[in-house]
């Protein structure tokens, strides 16, 4: 393990919270667009940063048995069978619907709202991956 592990995180962790506020204090300055850029990046910043942190603090939990076993899980052949199956099950079903939802509120809103298409189509994407990860580690 590196010597600070969590310097970059925590660092992207201030840049999101500088960013998100920013966004906010610019909001009747520089529109709706600038503020929803602001708002974009920082939520990414704040989810990846923030699960970078929660994963070195639970890798520096685990006693040195069970971080052998953690590496050894990672690489096991099965495991990655496991995690490539339902991923490409869980893109395709995610494909069909994006598209498909894309269609409706292309016809019904003329393209308004489409941030809350791909958030919606994201989490279905991360749902139906998680069903598929259980679906495939029966099969296998």
């Known amino acids: 393990m590196k010597k600070h592990p969590y310097l970059f995180s925590v660092l992207g962790v201030c840049i999101a919270a500088a960013l998100l506020f920013t966004g906010f204090l610019l909001n009747s300055k520089?529109?709706?667009?600038?503020?929803?850029?602001?708002?974009?990046?920082?939520?990414?910043?704040?989810?990846?940063?923030?699960?970078a942190l929660l994963a070195i603090h639970k890798y520096k939990a685990l006693t040195p048995e069970e971080r052998r076993d953690e590496e050894v899980a990672e690489t096991d052949e099965r495991n990655v069978a496991i995690r490539e199956k339902a991923a490409m099950d869980s893109w395709y079903c995610t494909e069909i619907m994006l598209?498909?939802?894309?269609?409706?509120?292309?016809i019904a809103g003329r393209g308004k709202g489409a941030e809350g298409l791909i958030v919606a189509a994201l989490l279905l994407h991360i749902i139906i991956y998680l069903i598929?990860?259980?679906?495939?580690?029966k099969k296998l």
């Open 30 to 51: 520089c529109g709706d667009i600038f503020t929803g850029i602001m708002s974009g990046l920082s939520a990414v910043l704040l989810v990846v940063c923030g699960t």
């Open 99 to 106: 598209f498909v939802m894309g269609i409706f509120a292309r």
């Open 132 to 137: 598929n990860i259980a679906r495939w580690n």
